[in-house]
């Protein structure tokens, strides 16, 4: 019994101190998830069970292998990542500071993305490619750039600064900055140049083509008024 509680005592004083690194080492990101998530009541909180936080400290200890040529250890890590959070997130990525992955499940980086700073992805996005030709093929996405739940950006493609993807669009060709974007495929309005994922207002996002559709109706009413 006093081995048992021996050996008991070594494991939980080896996560303590794994849990304090995690947090001294990530704090930013930390920091980044609560400011992004409502729901995060604290840094205990996140350290302990948000799994996009989990994905990205996997994220960066694989992206350290495959910077180093260790290709499979590298992938041994994300995939032990995908099993325990349901978030795969290539190691060959490059993913730059304030990345936070809410709720996550099913998201899905590919080897060529390139992430910018303070980006925030949902549920179920993919960064994917198109095709089998090899070099750059997936998307580049900017700094401050929102990608809503669903939300598939396939190919070599550009998302440009300050941008937001909607949940479910699917996006194929270049996103200019300080854009939204929508539907399937993609159509693009823009937002006056301002920042738009300050409030992470998932409702009142302009669809091009509704905004069409309802100022000809407008329009109707006014002719048969007349």
Excluded: C
């Excluded at 069970?49 to 960066?60: E, K, N, S, T």
């Amino acid at each position: 019994m006093t081995l048992l509680l021996s050996i008991l005592g070594i494991f939980v004083i080896i996560f303590l101190v794994k849990m304090i690194f995690l947090y001294l080492f990530f704090r930013d990101e930390i920091k980044t998830a609560r400011s992004k998530d409502p729901a995060a009541k604290s840094d205990l909180e996140i350290l302990f069970l948000y799994q996009g936080f989990h994905a990205l400290v996997y994220y960066r200890i694989s992206h350290f292998f495959y910077m180093k040529r260790f290709f499979f250890i590298a992938r041994w890590i994300s995939q032990i990542a995908r099993s325990m959070t349901g978030i795969e997130i290539h190691p060959g990525a490059r993913i730059g500071k304030g990345f936070f992955v809410d709720h996550g499940m099913g998201v899905v980086v590919g080897e060529t993305a390139v992430v910018g700073d303070n980006v925030l992805l949902y549920q179920g996005v993919t960064l994917g490619g198109t095709g089998l030709e090899q070099g750059k093929r997936h998307p580049t996405i900017g700094n401050n750039v929102v990608i809503g739940a669903g939300a598939k950006v396939l190919g070599n493609i550009t998302v440009g600064d300050n941008s937001y993807v909607g949940a479910n669009a699917v996006v194929i060709k270049d996103v200019p900055p300080n854009s939204t974007i929508v539907g399937v495929p993609g159509k693009i309005t823009k937002q006056d140049g301002k920042k738009i994922d300050v409030s992470l207002d998932h409702i009142h996002v302009l669809d091009p083509l509704v905004e069409t559709i309802e100022n000809l109706e407008k329009r109707l009413d006014q002719l048969e008024k007349k």
